[in-house]
């Protein structure tokens, strides 16, 4: 594995942006609201000032399909906050209900990367009041599910259970968030387990690349660590560790408890405020550890080459925004405008992606995805591929075409359908409610609110052509560029090539 590193003379420095003044930037910001978030009938006008004055199609009314439960909000004395969206009895007689944490691999201490996975996997192996088969049954017994994943920023702990058990669930988060006991026998069986996990994540190309990518885009920084951590770390992972992690990021004001579904609020206030009572003090919240190591975006490469893999794939990826910058929706929209395209679907030139008609009707990819990462103070934007050998110098040439494209010649049919499009994929995004519990306590982690979907929807709109080719201006013209590949791919450009291809 070769790795390469780019100066980037004129690479901008990423920063949170909590920016609260709608008049200074073309976009929208995102601000965030100590207020609980209620549905809304009407967009504030100030969602509108954006909006393309020569579009003669009056602004979308979202409010007749928009009509959510209402979304409920209590902030205990601890700083933990319950929030909840109650779906009525009529329609489900199941809840979903978790603990969103606001702390993942990029909070490790140095030298003990993957301890936030492998604290996930060992929340669940017994407790001072259940043992790990003891726990299993009582799942089981109910019907319910538990579950748990960790990501570079966060990590959740969440159940579904029929409503009656709601009290139950509660009562198991509890115990297992603040007395699991670690057993020895049990971390050194859970090396095992994970290192099996390790392999199996080795052989998904798509997961392998991404890691990759994060480690070109934010070299030597806890960002660019995998989730799992390498397997020296896991081998020497102990019950010091875990409880570390606990003690310094598990904390009230860190947590979120989010319930949908068949659940009372009040209930679901008074039942946590009982039971969540032994977390740590610690003050520190996610945002000064992140202020105190910013990660900054590199322009870099990491290439594997791999002939005996039948296809090349690679990612060619910009810096993105933070969940709260006003560019972050723009850059949602964008996109979606790039789309994604899958050569077995038998969908080319018909396409309403322009570098999808491009790619299909000339060959060039087995598959293509858009994507759009973000994270508290940065973000990644790019493109995944897969194509065969023969076809990367061709299909890099067609890429690097549509992505400056953006920045100069967008029209406004095109922005029209990413929007709906957009807009359709967050209502797909929300059916049922364990999607619904996750959705609100991500946001209020990301954003310190549960946004309405009316005013996202309002925000969507916002975004006009004008306002798309601002954004790739902004993000991808002489910028740097970060690039990951695996699989046979000699005749693939390198980095510098790309990034050649941002200039102005």
Not at 158 to 182: E, G, M, T, Y
Request: hydrophobic share 40%.
């Amino acid at each position: 594995m070769a790795a390469l590193c780019l100066s980037g003379a004129r690479r901008k420095l990423p920063a949170a942006a909590f920016s609260s003044s709608f008049g200074s930037s073309r976009y929208l910001s995102l601000s965030p609201s100590p207020a609980p978030s209620q549905e809304t009938t009407t967009p504030d006008p100030r969602f509108l000032l954006h909006h393309s004055s020569s579009d003669a199609t009056p602004f979308p009314d979202h409010s007749p399909f928009l009509r959510f439960p209402e979304v409920r909000l209590s902030t205990l004395p601890s700083g933990l906050r319950v929030v909840t969206q109650t779906t009525p009895s009529s329609a489900t007689h199941t809840a979903s209900l978790g603990v969103w944490i606001d702390a993942g691999s990029r909070f490790e201490a140095p030298g003990t990367n993957g301890t936030a996975h492998f604290l996930e996997h060992m929340i669940f192996k017994g407790t001072r009041r259940r043992t790990a088969r003891s726990l299993e049954v009582e799942i089981e017994n109910m019907g319910g599910r538990l579950n748990a994943y960790t990501s570079r920023e966060q990590t959740t702990f969440f159940a579904d259970v029929q409503s009656k058990d709601v009290p139950l669930a509660i009562d198991v988060l509890a115990d297992i968030l603040q007395n699991s006991n670690f057993p020895e026998h049990a971390i050194k069986r859970e090396r095992g387990v994970i290192l099996r996990e390790m392999k199996e994540v080795q052989e998904q190309t798509q997961e392998v690349l991404f890691d990759h990518l994060h480690s070109a885009a934010f070299h030597g920084h806890p960002l660019g660590d995998t989730i799992l951590g390498p397997e020296e770390n896991i081998l020497r992972i102990s019950r010091v560790d875990l409880r570390q992690y606990i003690s310094t990021h598990y904390t009230g004001p860190r947590m979120v408890i989010s319930a949908a579904g068949a659940v009372n609020h009040d209930e679901i206030v008074n039942m946590v405020g009982r039971l969540f009572t032994n977390f740590s003090s610690d003050p520190t919240t996610a945002d000064q550890l992140i202020a105190a190591n910013p990660a900054v975006f590199t322009g870099c490469e990491v290439r594997v080459e791999d002939n005996e893999m039948p296809l090349a794939h690679f990612v060619v990826t910009f810096k993105g925004s933070s969940w709260t910058e006003p560019s972050s929706i723009p850059l949602m929209v964008i996109q979606s405008l790039l789309g994604s395209w899958e050569k077995n679907t038998g969908i080319g030139s018909c396409s309403g992606s322009q570098l999808a008609r491009r790619v299909g009707t000339d060959d060039l990819a087995h598959s293509f995805m858009a994507f759009n990462t973000n994270y508290s103070d940065t973000g990644l934007f790019g493109v995944f591929l897969s194509a065969m050998p023969s076809c990367l110098y061709d299909l890099s040439n067609v890429l690097m075409e549509e992505i400056r494209r953006l920045a100069f010649q967008v029209s406004d049919e095109e922005v029209t359908r990413a929007r709906n499009q957009l807009k359709s994929a967050m209502l797909l995004h929300i059916d049922g409610s364990t999607a619904v519990s996750e959705n609100n306590g991500r946001q209020m982690l990301t954003y310190r609110r549960v946004m309405p979907f009316i005013e996202f929807f309002a925000r969507v709109d916002a975004v006009d052509a004008a306002v798309v080719m601002e954004t790739a201006r902004n993000f991808i013209i002489d910028k740097d560029v970060a690039v990951a590949a695996m699989g046979p791919i000699r005749d693939l450009p390198d980095s510098t090539w790309f990034r050649l291809r941002t200039a102005a």
